[in-house]
């Protein structure tokens, strides 16, 4: 992946005997990620209601930030001016920023898309933006991630063939065209791998970017409508495709079930909302699968949320952080929110664990059932309560 005095190194040391689940390390200028991993969100350079060093503890090693959002507030000069998003974050860690591809899709006003690049309004003000593949790769410069993604052009799921293709084939062009404008050395260049829900198009889409030999690949434009059915197969299609040695990230993917199907095929890499949102929800998960706080079960259980998670949430009962919710307290989407993070993270180190003893099979399988899930059907009730 990368040559002597690189500052960055991907070293693959186990795969799993029975599965394509894979134990890696990714040495990065601000530290060495454990991979399999998990991200947590802080979109606006801040995991919401979790401070850096109650992220630390949590367990988590590397964060993902917003481009699209940092660029509209409060700038990218302004982030570099307060010395990039490590230190205007409080975050010493690995940083990874998305390219913006996704939230102009889904977020902004009055697209416009063409080769050259995107027109649109700012969902924030109005006011008229435009994001090219070269003036995405500048943004990510200025912010000083560690990592950083090609702008990709993302649609809507379901679609027509012709209009995924369409969008894939400029995704690839304009991941060359980021390869080109991108000018620091100690950052790290991921392309995106498109293709919508067809297996031909997505292992095209991969052939095509393998061979610029980027540095590493992420999985793109999935958990977005489809069935969990749908993306295994996808990653079914892609991760072959993929170099060994480089990192592979699959975008967006965050429920616990569908984190173990895609370790079990070989991504290295995940974030997701559903932690920080879930918790703010009154929403917490366990081994035992989703407790609802806010249920009336809960109102004089003494138990905690995990008799052996480390968390503060889980230094309380459950009958406790039930009444945080009902009396609009904010400590309770505070400590819901550092525990699934806290979960995920123990998810991953499970993991990683399992694949170096060669057990990941029955991980995932003890995994499932505890949470209700069919390994054979991979279906989960939607009214499991721990």
């Given at each position: 992946m990368s040559g002597p005095g690189s500052a960055f190194q991907f070293a693959l040391h186990h795969v799993d005997a029975a599965t394509a689940a894979?134990?890696?390390?990714?040495?990065?200028p601000h530290g060495v990620v454990e991979t399999p991993a998990f991200m947590p969100v802080g979109t606006q350079g801040t995991v919401k209601g979790v401070d850096a060093g109650r992220l630390r503890e949590?367990?988590?090693?590397?964060?993902?930030?917003?481009?699209?959002?940092?660029?509209?507030?409060?700038?990218?000069?302004?982030?570099?001016?307060?010395?990039?998003?490590?230190?205007f974050t409080g975050w010493s860690g690995p940083i990874l920023t998305d390219s913006g591809g996704f939230q102009v899709f889904s977020l902004a006003d009055r697209i416009r898309v063409s080769e050259e690049g995107v027109e649109f309004r700012s969902h924030i003000d109005g006011s008229p933006v435009h994001i090219s593949p070269e003036r995405s790769v500048a943004i990510q410069e200025q912010l000083g991630a560690d990592l950083i993604m090609a702008f990709d052009h993302v649609v809507a799921l379901p679609n027509s063939l012709d209009v995924v293709a369409d969008a894939t084939?400029?995704?690839?062009?304009?991941?060359?065209?980021?390869?080109?404008?991108?000018?620091?050395?100690?950052?790290?260049?991921?392309?995106?791998?498109?293709?919508?829900?067809?297996?031909?198009?997505?292992?095209?889409?991969?052939?095509?970017?393998?061979?610029?030999?980027?540095?590493?690949?992420?999985?793109?434009?999935?958990?977005?409508?489809?069935?969990?059915?749908e993306m295994y197969a996808a990653l079914d299609a892609v991760t072959p495709e993929l170099p060994a040695d480089r990192p592979r990230y699959l975008m967006g993917v965050g429920r616990p079930q569908d984190i173990l199907e895609a370790i079990a095929?070989?991504?290295?890499?995940?974030?997701?909302?559903?932690?920080?949102?879930?918790?703010?929800?009154?929403?917490a998960f366990t081994d035992a699968g989703p407790i609802?706080?806010?249920?009336?079960?809960?109102?004089?259980?003494?138990?905690?949320?995990?008799?052996?998670?480390?968390?503060?949430?889980?230094?309380?009962?459950?009958?406790?952080?039930?009444?945080?919710?009902?009396?609009?307290?904010?400590?309770?989407?505070?400590?819901?929110?550092?525990?699934?993070?806290?979960?995920?993270?123990?998810?991953?180190?499970?993991?990683?664990?399992?694949?170096?003893?060669d057990r990941f099979g029955q991980y995932r399988a003890e995994k499932l059932r505890g949470w209700g899930v069919d390994p054979a059907a991979g279906v989960i009730a939607d009214d499991a309560e721990g």
């Amino acid at each position: 992946m990368s040559g002597p005095g690189s500052a960055f190194q991907f070293a693959l040391h186990h795969v799993d005997a029975a599965t394509a689940a894979r134990r890696g390390t990714l040495t990065t200028p601000h530290g060495v990620v454990e991979t399999p991993a998990f991200m947590p969100v802080g979109t606006q350079g801040t995991v919401k209601g979790v401070d850096a060093g109650r992220l630390r503890e949590c367990g988590a090693q590397m964060i993902l930030a917003n481009t699209y959002h940092l660029a509209l507030r409060p700038g990218e000069e302004t982030v570099a001016a307060l010395g990039d998003l490590h230190e205007f974050t409080g975050w010493s860690g690995p940083i990874l920023t998305d390219s913006g591809g996704f939230q102009v899709f889904s977020l902004a006003d009055r697209i416009r898309v063409s080769e050259e690049g995107v027109e649109f309004r700012s969902h924030i003000d109005g006011s008229p933006v435009h994001i090219s593949p070269e003036r995405s790769v500048a943004i990510q410069e200025q912010l000083g991630a560690d990592l950083i993604m090609a702008f990709d052009h993302v649609v809507a799921l379901p679609n027509s063939l012709d209009v995924v293709a369409d969008a894939t084939w400029r995704s690839v062009r304009w991941a060359r065209r980021c390869q080109q404008a991108a000018r620091r050395r100690d950052q790290m260049l991921l392309a995106i791998v498109q293709g919508g829900l067809d297996p031909d198009l997505r292992r095209q889409c991969a052939r095509e970017l393998v061979a610029m030999e980027f540095q590493g690949y992420a999985v793109g434009g999935l958990s977005v409508g489809e069935t969990p059915a749908e993306m295994y197969a996808a990653l079914d299609a892609v991760t072959p495709e993929l170099p060994a040695d480089r990192p592979r990230y699959l975008m967006g993917v965050g429920r616990p079930q569908d984190i173990l199907e895609a370790i079990a095929r070989g991504i290295d890499l995940f974030d997701c909302v559903m932690p920080t949102r879930n918790g703010r929800n009154a929403l917490a998960f366990t081994d035992a699968g989703p407790i609802r706080l806010r249920n009336a079960v809960h109102e004089r259980d003494r138990r905690p949320l995990e008799q052996h998670c480390p968390c503060p949430a889980c230094r309380h009962s459950r009958g406790y952080l039930r009444h945080l919710f009902q009396a609009d307290e904010m400590l309770g989407p505070v400590l819901a929110s550092i525990h699934n993070i806290t979960y995920y993270q123990r998810l991953v180190a499970g993991a990683r664990q399992a694949i170096a003893a060669d057990r990941f099979g029955q991980y995932r399988a003890e995994k499932l059932r505890g949470w209700g899930v069919d390994p054979a059907a991979g279906v989960i009730a939607d009214d499991a309560e721990g």
